[in-house]
């Protein structure tokens, strides 16, 4: 049974999401959805388990040798990237049953449902796939839908449309660039299995042979990751994307589409490229800490200056990735343990926040800041969770965004980097102004004529709130077992394939 | 082997890289939307020529290889003995297979949201659309009578 | 009960305290009495539950090397652990007992000026004491900058309370500078620490505080620390604790008068300002050890800078018109006595003892004398609306009770007998005037220590005494004439009638202090004072 799980988790969402479509009016769509969303993280959490206790988990599709076939492979580090995603993905399921019935016609329900699930579907898969076509193929289908997801806000604002165009022009130059890379690789390997790739570069390196076709795909595969992970200065379809995408779908999104690429990137970089070459032979550390660190600085500039809280929160997302970037590019154990548990740890309390404006945008229509004005009374548990989101945003102590940077932070001394720690701080600085900003109003400001009537959430919302910003907090107070989790899969891509062998 | 030699030699992956660059410069240059998208599709075009190419298996006596289809007149033992006829590698055949429905859907999409763009801006114009985002739409709170006079669709 | 077991109770009192302040929010009187009761109970608990246990039973046999009380563990070096010694004793001492005064006194204040939002006053208050309770207890760094960034956060809305755009820009000031340099320079020296001193994963102390200093205690075990890192975290620290006001990272606390002044009392003259430099006292003894700064002999550059602060700071006192400033600005100059003090003990040898005490003496000197002055310009403000020196004309016919503890405050202030500061001033002349190595000699820094001390004397008797001369011996201006006006309301006058008894009271019965004081000196183990490098 643990054996097929990985093959379910992709099959199950993929065909739920078609069945979707003919599940009928109201809540029906939405109560398929929740139940698979729920199927899946149950498994996932199997799936962890057993990676944890016995190693890595194959699956081999119609049983052909991972050479010629597909196949399916959970270690240590995928393990716990599926966790994260496919927890996100049940609670913005559950949670989202009255914030999308509110922004989206009800006629479109069934529509959206499946949108929703195919791009879950596509997530958990680019997640657990050990093919390179294969990943590029998942990346695709969760892209496709999210980007039709992102253009359903335009019944709230029109920017979603272009802000969706953005995204699906620079999304798919960017997922063309990971198509080519994967053709050169290909091409000198002969093999589309990740393992196996593996393997055969590094005897190529090591021989010193079609060192500049590696050095091309290498170049290919690392400009189009950074474009699907939005790393400065490749972010610009990112903060209007999720600003004006619907409060659910920004919640997914926001938590799960960056992480998945995160993951992705420390898989080829790690796993199939190798550490010797991707920091040794192409010293890509520089480059990748030059624009991480850069885009740490500009994107908290940019969060302070927004006026609509979605945008401050999403270019704050860009700011957090930038963090994690740092951290896998330090390429120690402290650094990639960091970047590994931030990953958990920013999905927990970005999901959250953005949670926690979904129920803002539904009780006032709108997530400006002269909307949150005053609402520290009129929704204290919304607020509350919105505001213990942003100490965890800031870095503070005994929240999960202490760990992740603390990590990231020994990396960088144990790499004799001080500027860049210098650079994470100030980037914590900048955190500080963003946030304090958006909690002075909740707390200190005066409410607008407009919110004057308003009233906490619906429990269902709330709650789910509060799930990941608790979850977030408990991994802040008690996080030994993340940062074990996180160190194992750390230690698992610095040895190369994780541990597939 | 000269440069014209070494070019004219692979000129399928000159094409492969032209018709690429075409579609990359439509997408960053052009200020059309529908431009734009289509150009998409040229660079994907391109990046299927180059595995396409990359299928194309030569026998060692310089000759191309076969379609790998089995021909009846030919024993199955002759097809896996090596000294048999060399077939061109399937695979980037399928996989562009794959990648050709993709790409049709990413333009599908790209021309969806291009329909409801033209609905809700009046223009698929990119500098037009920028300048009626810039135009201060939605300035003030996000009330509905604000969203109806930005042109929202209510 | 443990020991260390009593720290975690200590700080659950204020905890509760805030909660019962919470919930009372709509009855004043129950609110009050909750803040009264809660104070009461905390100083309680501090005097008489953990004081005699450290005093009596001698603390340093075996209570050191006693478990920490570990509330939450994380993961290697990061841990919620607390653990009393004396140093923090001192301090939550001086804290738990001024909060009770304070607490009267912010009743009559806030009545007396029909203050707005008044449970988030106390509740906030509440909160600022439950961090300053972590602070003084915390066992290791991580803990302390915790509590150290909760008392920023807890205090901001203290600052900004009167919520007019002068108040909330001054806050943004207090807030962005304290944040900053925390941030920017003190966590940048934590996680150092933790990595160059080997780290609690492979067996060192990590950032424990340790009896003789982390770093020298890593050092004896055979690790290898270059000394120009030693030397540039130690600037981190110092520079990272910006509650300490070392100039030039002072500019929040003039920005902080804009507050009500029971919190300027209080928390900007106690419990803030006596974190930052408890918390360099603490690191320079614990996490450095004075023997591994003499050792690395690049510390002077401290008091040299601290001798800057104490004499500008003074020269700006004097040209102040406005009183709360001047406090402010003279709170500024006594801090960096403390932060001399420091300096100091890092000359090691038979200095740092001496040196330390005098730095614990004048945390309690000076948090008496100054809470004092505040009350009276609170006293002055409340009963006369005035805000300036100018404006004080004659005022000590009218307020006598509050020109009178205001005049034994500055002496105090000045170093006087019979007052407390006399004490602090005497203990830190001797460290300056120990010799390091026992030969008898004083070092140049040691006599430029000197040197700043008695000039300091001087300049703190310029800018107080005219004070207390114009309120007693100039007549009453036409203005002030024609506005009568009595004392403060009572709250008022009791609690700082209290607090400048107290000030003479510790010059007199000054044994309990001196005992606690002294017990400061067993952090300095003979074995340990020199060495490392």
Known sequence: MIDSIPALMVVLPLMAGVITVFTGKGDKPWAWATAITGIVFAMSIALLAEVTAHGPVTYNFGNWPSQYGIAYTIDAMNGFVLFVVSLIAAVTTYYSRLSVKDEIPNDRLHIFYALWLLTICGLLGITITGDTFNVYVLLEISSLTLYALIAMGYRRDRRALTASLRYVILGSVGASFLLLGIGYLMMITGTLNMVDMHDRLQVLIHNDEYSRTIMVAYAFLLVGLSLKLALFPLHMWLPNAYTYAPSAVTGLVAATATKVAVYMTIRFLFGIFGRDFSFGAVESSDVLLTCAGLGVLYTGIQAARQNNVKSVLAWSSLGQIGYIVIGFSLNNENGLTGSVVHILNHALIKGGMFLALGCVAYRLGGTRLTHLKGLGRKMPWTMAAFTAGGLGLIGFPLTGGFIGKWYIGLGALDAGNWLILVVIMLGSLLAVIYVFRVVYAIYFGEAEPDSVHATEAPASMVVCTWILIGMSLVCGLWSEWSVDLAANAAKAMLAGFGGAH | MNFIEAASDHYNYWIAVIVMMIGLYGVIAKRNIVKQAISLGLFQTGIFLLYISMAVVFTPDGKMGEAPVKHSERLAADVLSVAGPVYDNPLPHVLMLTAIVVSVSILAVALAIIVNIKRCYGTVEEDEILDIEAQGLLDGPDTKSNREKAGALV | ?533
């Open chain 3, 1 to 533: 009960m443990d020991l260390h077991t009593y720290s975690v109770v200590a700080m659950a009192i204020p905890l509760l305290g805030a909660a019962a302040i919470l919930a009372f929010g709509r009855w004043p009187n129950l609110r009050e009495g909750a803040t009264l009761l809660t104070a009461a109970a905390l100083l309680a608990v501090v005097s008489c539950g953990i004081a005699p246990l450290v005093l009596v039973d001698g603390f340093w046999t075996g209570a050191w090397e006693a478990p920490a009380f570990e509330l939450i563990h994380m993961v290697p070096d990061l841990a919620l652990s607390f653990k009393i010694e004396p140093l923090g004793l001192v301090y939550a001492l001086v804290a738990s007992s001024l909060w009770l005064m304070n607490s009267v006194y912010a009743i009559g204040y806030m009545r007396g000026n029909k203050e707005e939002h008044q449970t988030r006053f106390y509740l906030c208050f509440a909160v600022a004491m439950f961090s300053v309770m972590g602070i003084a207890f915390a066992s290791n760094m991580f803990t302390l900058f915790v509590f150290y960034e909760v008392l920023t956060l807890s205090t901001f809305p203290l600052v900004s309370h009167k919520g007019t755009p002068h108040a909330v820009r001054s806050a943004s000031t207090y807030l962005g500078i304290l944040v900053f340099t925390s941030v920017c320079l003190l966590l940048v020296g934590v996680i150092a620490t933790a990595v160059v001193t080997g780290g609690a994963e492979n067996g060192y102390a990590g950032l424990d505080f340790t009896r003789g200093g982390v770093f020298l205690n890593y050092l004896n075990e055979g690790g290898d620390v270059a000394k120009g890192i030693v030397g540039l975290l130690f600037i981190l620290y110092i520079y990272g604790i910006g509650k300490a006001a070392l100039m030039p990272s002072h500019r929040w606390l003039p920005a902080a008068m804009v507050a009500p002044t029971p919190v300027s009392a209080f928390l900007h003259a106690v419990a803030v300002v006596k974190a930052g430099v408890f918390s360099v006292l603490k690191i320079t003894v614990y996490i450095f050890g004075t023997g591994t700064l003499a050792a690395i002999s690049g510390t002077d550059w401290l008091i040299y800078m601290a001798g800057f602060t104490i004499v500008v700071a003074s020269f700006i006192a004097m040209f102040q018109d406005n009183l709360k400033r001047r406090l402010a600005y003279s709170t500024i100059s006594q801090l960096s006595y403390i932060i001399m003090a420091a300096g100091l003990a890092t000359l090691g040898g038979a200095v740092a003892p001496i040196a330390i005490m005098a730095g614990g003496m004048h945390i309690i000197a000076h948090a008496f004398g100054k809470i004092t002055l505040f009350f009276a310009a609170g006293s002055i403000y409340t009963a006369a609306h005035k805000t300036d020196v100018s404006q004080l004309d004659g005022i000590g016919r009218r307020m006598p009770w509050t020109m009178a503890a205001f005049a034994i405050a500055s002496l105090s202030m000045i170093g006087v007998p019979p007052t407390a500061g006399f004490l602090s001033k005497w203990y830190l002349l001797s460290g300056a005037l120990t010799s390091a190595d026992g030969g008898g000699t004083l070092s140049t820094v040691q006599w430029y220590a000197v040197v700043v001390i008695f000039l300091s004397t001087v300049l703190n008797a310029g800018y107080f005494l005219p004070i207390v001369h114009r309120a007693f011996f100039r007549p009453l201006s036409a203005d002030a004439e024609a506005h009568p006006h009595g004392e403060a309301p009572k709250p008022i006058v009791l609690a700082l009638c209290c607090t400048a008894v107290g000030t003479v009271a510790l010059f007199f019965c000054s044994d309990l202090a001196v005992a606690l004081v002294e017990q400061l000196q067993a952090g300095f183990p003979s074995s340990l004072v020199n060495g490392g490098f």
